[in-house]
C-alpha cells in the first residue's frame, strides 16, 4: 500500500456535519430559507409538521443541523427525539413527552406539570374509563391550558424527529400519531426526516 492510500486523511466518512463551518456543499442558503419559512409559521392556533424527504445518504441529517443552529439563535426551544435507540419496552410517546418536559421544564415549571400530567392522563386511557376517574380536568381542556401558557410566555418548540426510515412499520405510526395527537398544542413544530419511499 502506497503513503497516500494508507492516509487517514483520504478516508470518506458519513458523519452529518454539525457546524456551517463544515458545509462543503454548500446547503446553508438552502436552510436559511427554511429557517425563515419555519419563523414565518402561524402556530397560535395549533401546531405545524413539516418534512424533510431523501434517499439515505443525502444529508437530511446534516441539512437538519444547520437548520437547528439556525433556529436556536432565534430563541426557539429545539428537541431531538431520536425513536430507534430506544429500549424495546420503552414507548416512543413516553420518550417524546419525557424529552418535552426535561427541555421545557428548564424554562417553565407550571407548562412541564402540565405536561406531565397530560402524559399521564394519556397513559391511563389504556386502562379503561376507571383509571380517569381521579382527574378533575379532561384531556382537551388540559391540551388548553398548555397552549394557552405557552402562547402567553412565547415559549415556541420545534421537536425534530430524524431518521424515522430505521423504524418499524408500527413505530413509524406511533410516530405520526404522536404529531396527530399534538396538533392542537400551540407553538409546537414538528420536523420530520425520513426516505419517502421506505416510509410509504
Known amino acids: 500500500m502506497d503513503k497516500e492510500n494508507n492516509d487517514e486523511d483520504s478516508m470518506l ?3 452529518p456535519i454539525r457546524k456551517r463551518n463544515e458545509d462543503k456543499l454548500n446547503r446553508s442558503p438552502f436552510a436559511n430559507n427554511f429557517i425563515k419559512r419555519i419563523m414565518a409559521l402561524e402556530t397560535s392556533n395549533g401546531a405545524c409538521s413539516l418534512a424533510i424527504t431523501a434517499p ?3 444529508g437530511k441529517t446534516s441539512f437538519l443541523n444547520l437548520v437547528k443552529d439556525g433556529l436556536k439563535k432565534n430563541d426557539y426551544r429545539i428537541i431531538d427525539v431520536i425513536p430507534w435507540n430506544l429500549n424495546p419496552e420503552k414507548s416512543i410517546t413516553a420518550h417524546f413527552f419525557e424529552e418535552i418536559i426535561k427541555e421545557i421544564g428548564g424554562v417553565d415549571h407550571q407548562i412541564a406539570g402540565f405536561l406531565k400530567k397530560y402524559s399521564d392522563m394519556l397513559g391511563s386511557v389504556d386502562g379503561g374509563w376507571f383509571s380517569n376517574l381521579s382527574y378533575k380536568i379532561s384531556l382537551p381542556a388540559l391540551a388548553q391550558s398548555i397552549s394557552e401558557s405557552m402562547r402567553k410566555k412565547g415559549i415556541k418548540v420545534v ?3 430524524d431518521d ?3 423504524l418499524g412499520a408500527d413505530e413509524i405510526e406511533e410516530v405520526f400519531r404522536i404529531i396527530r395527537g399534538s396538533a392542537n398544542f ?3 413544530i414538528f420536523l420530520s426526516a425520513f426516505d419517502k419511499r421506505y416510509v410509504q
Open 159 to 161: 421537536i425534530v424527529f
Open 56 to 58: 439515505w445518504g443525502n
Open 13 to 15: 466518512t458519513d458523519r
Open 186 to 188: 400551540t407553538n409546537f
Open 164 to 166: 424515522i426510515d430505521r
